[in-house]
């Protein structure tokens, strides 16, 4: 499966800029834009989730406590995991969620 970039429209996921870029069988692509400030609340879901970086800097608060990353750096939270972030300034980060 092939999906363009200008075939995956701008959405709201809690407040934050996203796109999804792919939905296989069993995995989930999306693109975040988050503004400096914006907050992704403490949550969990039933997948996987790993992350990486492609600019800025955020806070993340998951189990394992509180984190910075940025640029180049990457994450994974595993099933059912609580986890959220905080924008310390305008950040872009591509996400993979399991099925």
């Known amino acids: 499966m092939i999906k363009k970039f200008t075939d995956c429209p701008l ?6 800029a996203c796109r999804t870029l792919i939905n296989g069988k069993e995995i989930l692509g999306r693109i975040t834009y988050f503004k400096k400030l914006d907050k ?8 996987e989730q790993v992350g990486y970086v ?4 955020l806070k993340v608060l998951s189990d394992e406590g509180e984190f910075i990353i940025e640029k180049g750096d990457s994450y994974a939270f595993p099933r059912n995991s609580s986890h959220g972030f ?5 950040s872009e980060v591509i ?3 399991t099925a």
């Open 11 to 16: 959405e709201d996921y809690k407040g934050v």
């Open 40 to 47: 992704l609340h403490p949550h969990d879901h039933d997948c």
């Open 54 to 57: 492609i600019s800025g800097k």
């Open 86 to 90: 905080e924008a310390l300034e305008d």
């Open 95 to 97: 996400d993979m969620f």
